[in-house]
């Protein structure tokens, strides 16, 4: 039986949508894209919290985990979060939650823990979640406690099984008090913690003028505050600036003081690594980067989370050109990004400014007490209902005992006779006896005028904006109370930073450097070493090697064709082995450097591959400020050669050999100079071949070629001999004659 395919899919044709690729790709980013921005990196401006942490906290909320109550495993509450809201990995869920327990990432910390939940020098050191406990804060209550009070939104989970809060009836603008960070598509935010107290002035003094303008609302709000306290280098309009567009750049430094000799660091820019911070200055004073400083420790403790001891050696730089030095070159200076973007109470992502920010949180705080005062005046009025009727009772009771005795339906007879709603009728007949004693009519009669005061109140604040304002106003002040801290981060219009220039109090020195074939590089002083008579480190051997002087850099150049620098001044002269090049340099694992030259702006350098290829370049070109190298010479399918310092000028040429014995002698003006690339073809070699370079040398006119054999015997070809090997650039050269060669003889070559 033949199947006829084309009819199939002819008459399926009706149940399959169609879309161009083009259009279905926009729609597939798009729905993308909007899902990060809203369900996973943005924060909301009503309660400055993303998806993760909003679940975390209202699931454990639903655990009854509160600041009053046991401390229950993390590993527990994680579960609840994954199963029941946010089904996604377990690890990211954790640290979402690790870091809303962190006191010196946030200003005030949702969760509190016992375990180890990390340090600030590290603070993804913390504890597996199996390890840890946790629960709510005090300060968690202020988002969670009026969430059944009416006052948010419901959506159902991720199975629809259950119900989640969109937001959290925060009762303060989180979103500036402990900022928020992350990257979305196409978009990230980065809004600092702020100060309680400064910001919830802001917003009394906003709520008693809406008018009042972004400068204003400074004198209030005097920048970011973090919990890792540190200090702000901007003065007033820089900042000003930041709060009117919404985004910029702060710099934050470290703080200290002076004891005698010693400079005592008392806190890092937020974020920053202690242990990175203590390496680099360590490495400046083992490479004579600093010689201002004798030693660094690291006396941190529960007291002082940070404590970095510099001893200095009692130059005539003071404390304050040290630091200087050392804010311009280590982390204890660092610039912080601000984006003020978040998710507006529109739903839509946008970067806010100061005064947009608060006046939306405000409205969204308004709408929040309405909703929660007329949930509990709805409350009150169900109360007064049901109390109406228990006074009714009272005054007629021998009367509703007699119907409910003697009729069939006293249901009817009694709603009817007294009009009572189902509601009430319901409660009458749940009464217990002993609810019916006249003292208990005393107490209601007495809970029934509270109530009904109380519901006149309510619906006064309710009826009236400037009461709602009020009603705020004194709430948020409450908060102060409980909440309120002093500044952490102080705001200084501080000199720059700037680095002392250690060359310019250091004596320039000679020195011989020299490279191993493994990449360690050592120091000699002065020049003319005799290199015969250096050690190595066993199974390693001489590679090259510099004559400099200790205000000089080297070049170094890998196997792939990438640069990079070195300070001469980073390594100390030593009768050692050296120092390994990776410990400066991120070479990658199994590469190997094949030369090394002196980096000056009277020195060329002529770099090429084993396959023939290359070109010369100019100081400028070889400066390399990243630890990675730079890509320069492209290899391709070949390995770079060497780079050889070279003179430009007529009378220089180069000289190559290859592995089959072919020799070319050609003018090194006729290569071009270049920045980077693979260059041009320097000497001939057949691509089928596997020939490659064995020698690559410069020359002038009166130097000779030395055929060095390993029996010890030389040869020489004097620069007579060597002019049939002098060609253009790009030949094939000319065979080497056979008495130069020696068959199964292994040769080395030397211009003299």
């Given at each position: 039986?033949?199947?006829?395919l084309e009819?199939?899919?002819?008459?399926?044709d009706?149940s399959?949508?169609?879309?161009?690729?083009?259009?279905?790709?926009e729609?597939?980013y798009?729905?993308?894209?909007?899902?990060?921005?809203?369900d996973?990196?943005?924060?909301?401006?009503?309660?400055?919290?993303?998806?993760?942490?909003?679940r975390?906290?209202?699931?454990?909320n639903?655990?009854?985990?509160?600041?009053?109550?046991?401390f229950?495993k993390s590993?527990?509450?994680?579960?609840?979060?994954l199963?029941?809201?946010?089904?996604h990995?377990?690890?990211a869920?954790?640290?979402a939650m690790?870091?809303l327990?962190?006191?010196?990432s946030?200003?005030?910390?949702?969760?509190?823990?016992?375990?180890?939940?990390?340090?600030?020098d590290?603070?993804k050191?913390?504890?597996a979640?199996?390890?840890t406990?946790?629960?709510?804060t005090?300060?968690s209550?202020?988002?969670l406690n009026?969430i059944n009070m009416?006052?948010?939104?419901?959506?159902?989970?991720?199975d629809g099984?259950?119900?989640e809060?969109?937001?959290?009836?925060?009762k303060?603008p989180?979103?500036?008090?402990?900022?928020s960070?992350?990257?979305?598509?196409?978009?990230?935010?980065?809004?600092p913690?702020h100060?309680?107290?400064e910001?919830i002035?802001?917003?009394i003094a906003?709520?008693?003028?809406?008018?009042?303008?972004i400068l204003?609302?400074?004198?209030?709000?005097?920048?970011?505050?973090?919990?890792?306290?540190?200090e702000?280098l901007?003065?007033?309009?820089?900042?000003?600036?930041i709060?009117?567009?919404?985004?910029?750049?702060?710099k934050l430094?470290?703080?200290?003081?002076?004891?005698?000799?010693?400079?005592?660091?008392?806190?890092i820019?937020?974020?920053?690594?202690?242990?990175?911070?203590?390496?680099?200055?360590?490495?400046?004073?083992?490479l004579?980067?600093?010689?201002?400083l004798?030693?660094?420790?690291?006396?941190?403790?529960?007291g002082?989370?940070?404590?970095?001891?510099?001893?200095?050696?009692?130059?005539?730089?003071?404390s304050?050109?040290?630091?200087?030095h050392?804010?311009f070159t280590?982390?204890?200076?660092?610039s912080?990004?601000?984006?003020?973007n978040?998710?507006?109470?529109?739903g839509?992502?946008?970067?806010k400014?100061?005064?947009?920010i608060?006046?939306?949180?405000i409205?969204?705080r308004?709408?929040?007490?309405?909703?929660?005062l007329?949930?509990?005046?709805d409350?009150?009025?169900q109360?007064?209902?049901i109390?109406?009727?228990?006074?009714?009772?009272?005054k007629?009771?021998?009367?509703?005992?007699e119907i409910?005795?003697?009729?069939?339906d006293?249901k009817k007879?009694?709603?009817?006779?007294?009009?009572?709603?189902?509601?009430q009728?319901?409660?009458?007949?749940?009464?217990?006896?002993?609810n019916?004693?006249?003292l208990?009519?005393?107490?209601?009669?007495?809970?029934?005028?509270?109530?009904?005061?109380?519901?006149i109140?309510?619906?006064s604040?309710?009826?009236?904006?400037?009461k709602?304002?009020?009603?705020?106003?004194?709430?948020?002040?409450e908060?102060?109370?409980?909440?309120?801290?002093?500044?952490?981060?102080?705001?200084?219009?501080a000199?720059?930073?700037?680095?002392?220039?250690?060359?310019?109090v250091v004596?320039?020195?000679?020195?011989t450097a020299?490279?191993?074939?493994?990449?360690?590089?050592?120091?000699?002083?002065?020049h003319?070493?005799?290199?015969?008579?250096v050690?190595?480190?066993?199974?390693?051997?001489?590679?090259?090697?510099?004559?400099?002087?200790?205000?000089?850099?080297?070049?170094?150049?890998?196997q792939?064709?990438?640069?990079y620098?070195?300070?001469?001044?980073?390594?100390?002269?030593?009768?050692?082995?050296?120092?390994p090049?990776?410990?400066?340099?991120q070479?990658?694992?199994?590469?190997?450097?094949?030369?090394?030259?002196?980096l000056?702006?009277?020195i060329?350098?002529?770099?090429?591959?084993?396959?023939?290829?290359g070109?010369?370049?100019l100081?400028?070109?070889m400066?390399?400020?990243?630890?990675?190298?730079?890509?320069?010479?492209?290899?391709?399918?070949?390995?770079?050669?060497?780079?050889?310092?070279?003179?430009?000028?007529?009378?220089?040429?180069?000289?190559?050999?290859?592995?089959?014995g072919?020799?070319?002698?050609?003018?090194?003006?006729a290569?071009?100079?270049?920045?980077?690339?693979r260059?041009?073809?320097?000497?001939?070699?057949?691509?089928?071949?596997?020939?490659?370079i064995?020698f690559?040398?410069?020359?002038?006119?009166?130097?000779s070629?030395?055929?060095?054999y390993?029996?010890?015997?030389?040869?020489?070809m004097?620069?007579?001999d060597?002019k049939?090997?002098?060609?253009e650039?790009?030949?094939?050269?000319?065979?080497?004659?056979?008495?130069?060669?020696?068959?199964?003889v292994?040769?080395?070559?030397?211009i003299?």
């Amino acid at each position: 039986m033949e199947i006829d395919l084309e009819k199939i899919i002819k008459d399926s044709d009706t149940s399959i949508e169609k879309m161009p690729v083009r259009e279905f790709s926009e729609r597939a980013y798009l729905n993308y894209s909007m899902y990060v921005i809203l369900d996973r990196a943005l924060p909301n401006i009503s309660d400055g919290l993303k998806p993760v942490q909003r679940r975390i906290l209202y699931a454990m909320n639903e655990l009854s985990l509160t600041h009053t109550s046991k401390f229950k495993k993390s590993a527990r509450t994680i579960g609840d979060v994954l199963g029941k809201f946010h089904p996604h990995g377990d690890t990211a869920c954790y640290e979402a939650m690790v870091m809303l327990a962190q006191d010196f990432s946030y200003n005030h910390p949702f969760v509190e823990g016992q375990g180890n939940w990390g340090t600030q020098d590290d603070p993804k050191s913390f504890a597996a979640m199996r390890y840890t406990e946790s629960r709510l804060t005090q300060f968690s209550d202020l988002f969670l406690n009026e969430i059944n009070m009416g006052t948010v939104k419901w959506t159902p989970n991720f199975d629809g099984t259950l119900d989640e809060p969109r937001t959290l009836p925060s009762k303060v603008p989180n979103i500036l008090i402990n900022g928020s960070s992350g990257i979305a598509v196409g978009m990230s935010t980065d809004i600092p913690s702020h100060n309680l107290k400064e910001v919830i002035n802001a917003v009394i003094a906003l709520l008693d003028s809406s008018k009042l303008s972004i400068l204003e609302l400074r004198k209030f709000i005097k920048g970011p505050d973090f919990p890792t306290y540190g200090e702000i280098l901007l003065d007033e309009s820089e900042l000003d600036e930041i709060y009117n567009n919404g985004a910029g750049n702060i710099k934050l430094r470290a703080t200290y003081s002076v004891h005698g000799k010693e400079i005592i660091i008392e806190s890092i820019p937020y974020q920053a690594n202690t242990t990175k911070i203590i390496e680099q200055i360590q490495d400046q004073i083992y490479l004579k980067k600093n010689i201002f400083l004798d030693s660094v420790m690291d006396t941190s403790d529960q007291g002082h989370p940070v404590r970095i001891v510099l001893r200095t050696k009692g130059r005539s730089y003071n404390s304050e050109e040290i630091m200087s030095h050392l804010f311009f070159t280590t982390d204890l200076e660092k610039s912080l990004r601000v984006n003020l973007n978040m998710i507006g109470l529109d739903g839509k992502p946008q970067v806010k400014n100061l005064h947009m920010i608060l006046t939306e949180w405000i409205k969204y705080r308004l709408t929040t007490i309405k909703k929660k005062l007329s949930w509990e005046l709805d409350k009150v009025n169900q109360r007064i209902h049901i109390l109406d009727a228990y006074v009714v009772v009272y005054k007629n009771l021998d009367q509703i005992i007699e119907i409910i005795r003697n009729e069939d339906d006293p249901k009817k007879k009694i709603m009817r006779l007294f009009k009572f709603s189902v509601i009430q009728y319901e409660a009458i007949i749940n009464l217990r006896i002993r609810n019916l004693a006249k003292l208990q009519e005393k107490n209601i009669t007495a809970e029934l005028k509270t109530l009904k005061d109380s519901a006149i109140k309510i619906s006064s604040i309710l009826k009236s904006n400037l009461k709602l304002k009020k009603y705020l106003k004194d709430e948020l002040s409450e908060l102060i109370k409980v909440f309120g801290k002093d500044r952490m981060t102080l705001i200084s219009k501080a000199q720059p930073s700037r680095a002392i220039e250690v060359k310019s109090v250091v004596s320039v020195e000679p020195i011989t450097a020299l490279l191993s074939k493994n990449g360690w590089i050592k120091f000699l002083k002065g020049h003319e070493q005799d290199i015969s008579k250096v050690s190595f480190k066993t199974g390693d051997e001489y590679l090259s090697h510099q004559e400099l002087y200790t205000d000089k850099s080297l070049m170094f150049m890998d196997q792939l064709g990438l640069v990079y620098n070195l300070d001469s001044s980073k390594i100390s002269v030593t009768r050692g082995s050296g120092d390994p090049l990776s410990k400066f340099f991120q070479i990658q694992d199994g590469i190997s450097l094949v030369g090394m030259n002196i980096l000056d702006q009277k020195i060329s350098v002529l770099s090429m591959t084993d396959k023939g290829y290359g070109f010369t370049s100019l100081y400028e070109d070889m400066i390399v400020k990243n630890k990675k190298g730079k890509t320069f010479l492209k290899t391709k399918d070949s390995c770079a050669l060497c780079s050889l310092t070279v003179d430009l000028d007529s009378d220089t040429h180069y000289l190559l050999i290859t592995s089959d014995g072919y020799m070319l002698i050609a003018k090194l003006d006729a290569i071009p100079i270049l920045p980077k690339g693979r260059g041009v073809k320097l000497i001939n070699i057949p691509k089928t071949s596997h020939e490659t370079i064995v020698f690559a040398g410069v020359m002038k006119k009166g130097q000779s070629l030395n055929f060095n054999y390993e029996s010890k015997r030389n040869k020489k070809m004097e620069f007579h001999d060597l002019k049939p090997f002098i060609m253009e650039k790009s030949r094939r050269g000319k065979k080497i004659d056979k008495k130069f060669l020696l068959e199964n003889v292994k040769t080395t070559y030397n211009i003299e």
